[in-house]
């Protein structure tokens, strides 16, 4: 792979690497709805797209046609399709940096003043009062945790006041550094070493193939 495609590829997933480190070595776990979480593994996977199918698959009548512009349409094309993916799936808030059995936990003591008839059948939380069942899906080695509402029309109003109750919680409960984000942290600054040291010492080759790249 030559410098400038190493550097579009990498970019992107050495920031999402850097920000998941220092999430996880965070005293407070992060909640974020399921949208953001997918946004922002759409941006971390932009690099490696663009310089993969994208490009492998780039229509040549339409980059004669529209030149360099035609790289703004295949990225918007792109961006759609993340978003898409988002808002098409079901409801979902993910916990970062918090252990699953302590999540479960707080769960519980999160929906007894909510419904006091809510209750566990495996991994799954039945809460009548919210017209919602959701399950609790665990990411033991990344300490994180996915909430899904299950069901084929879960109540929104429902799952927005669970989500808030959540989210308020959990803002108030103070864990141990997740020693794993050490190696995301290390492994990002690294890809990010890769790219400064390419984009220094190929800066030739790598205007040189930006301009290939774009059709000039």
Wanted: overall charge neutral; aromatic content about 6%; charged content about 15%.
């Amino acid at each position: 792979m030559d410098p400038l495609r190493l550097c579009i590829a990498l970019g992107p997933l050495a920031a999402y690497l850097l920000v998941l480190g220092a999430i996880n070595l965070r005293r407070r776990p992060l909640v974020t709805s399921g949208v953001r979480d997918m946004l922002a593994l759409g941006v971390a996977a932009s690099g490696m797209v663009v310089v993969g199918p994208v490009e492998l698959f780039l229509p040549d009548v339409a980059a004669a046609r529209f030149g360099p512009y035609v790289w703004l349409f295949l990225l918007t094309l792109y961006g759609l399709c993340v978003l898409l993916a988002a808002l098409v799936q079901r409801p979902r808030l993910t916990v970062y940096n918090v252990p699953v059995a302590e999540l479960a936990d707080l769960l519980t003591e999160v929906i007894r003043p909510l419904d006091g008839q809510a209750q566990w059948i495996g991994e799954n939380l039945i809460v009548p009062s919210l017209g919602l069942e959701v399950r609790l899906e665990k990411l033991t080695v990344m300490r994180n945790a996915i909430l899904v509402a299950l069901g084929n029309q879960p109540n929104p109003e429902g799952w927005n006041r669970l989500a808030a109750a959540v989210t308020q919680q959990l803002g108030q409960l103070q864990v141990q550094p997740n020693a794993r984000g050490v190696t995301f942290v290390l492994i990002g600054l690294m890809l990010i070493i890769t790219v400064a040291w390419e984009s220094v010492s190929q800066s030739h080759e790598i205007a040189q193939a930006f301009f290939e790249m774009l059709r000039l």
